[in-house]
């Protein structure tokens, strides 16, 4: 090789390796400077529902912490797709983030036709808060516990209906998991969102629902509807009188659905950190723990980001794989 030309390569391998020093040390100088401006939450849900009462809190609080302005700004629709799709348009700055449930890459695209691979689209750095679901019924419902409500159901094959938020959803899958398990014919009605299906399951029209906890514990708490059983994989202190569905044999119904802050993938690695490192510090503040559990959610797990994915992945399979059992296309 020419002696010129093998002394030009040496000096673009030494200035890409400066550059890429140098990208190193930017992105950690990113890093240890976040925030240093205001911080842009987009919100996966309606203005007023669990997942911008939970992006408030977190940016009330990331504001106490580090003296940043936090904006929340609700983007319902399409199953979360709108939202996504506003922060796939945002810089990679580790700025502008989203807060939503975990069915965004778990369940919805499974009911939604997108265009996009939501699990490439967004990744998770902390989860915020959880909770499972919850078994209720109508007060007319002629059982008072779950062994009750099976055998009643079992008596009347055919005959009796629950309730889902939404074709597709777990609320939707886990009660074909009960028919399966407990060799029962329950009917499945499908809603858009818990507040019409709660109104109905109240009026007697369908005696039964699996619900989030965080719109259905008002009601349970009024007494306008029975629990019967929680997914949870122990019993919750928002129920604490409630059995889980493990306790009462059927393990196979534990799920969880957890509250997760996201941010773009190609967000430094440092950057990610950051946000991580700062959102995990704010959910340990007892007081936004206790307002959590208002809204119906334990505080997250610390689970890490990897750990996150994992059982995105798992529960996408799940999911995926009842609803093929009743062939079930989406929308």
Known sequence: MNPNHLRRKMIQAACLSCLGVASLATHAEQAAKWPEKVVHIIVAGPAGGTADIVAR??????????????????????????????????????YTLLVGVSSLVSEIPHIVKLRNDMSKEIRPVAELGRGGLVMVGAPSVPAKNFAEVVSWVKANPGKVSYASYSPGTVSHVIGLQLNKAAGIDMTHVGYKGSTPALTDVMGGHVPLMFDGMATSLPMIKAGK???????????????????????????????????????????????????????????????????????????????????????????????????????FKPE
Request: glycine content about 8%; proline content about 9%.
């Open 225 to 327: 509807i029975k629990a019967f059983a929680v997914s949870t994989p122990k019993r919750s202190p928002l129920l604490p009188d409630v059995p889980t569905f493990a306790e009462l044999g059927y393990p196979q119904l534990e799920t969880v659905s957890w509250m997760g802050l996201w941010t773009k993938p190609d967000v430094p690695a440092a950057v990610q950190a950051s946000v991580r490192e700062a959102a995990l510090k704010a959910i340990s503040q007892p007081a936004v723990r206790a307002r959590l559990l208002d809204a119906g959610l334990e505080a997250g797990t610390g689970r890490t980001p990897d750990e996150l994915v994992t059982s995105l992945n798992s529960d996408y399979k799940r999911v995926g794989e009842v609803l093929k059992s009743i062939d």
């Open 57 to 94: 809190l977190l940016g009330d609080q990331l504001t106490k912490d580090t003296g940043q302005p936090v904006v929340v700004d609700a983007k319902p629709g399409a199953g979360g797709a709108l939202a996504v799709n506003e922060l796939s348009m945002a810089p990679h700055d580790g």
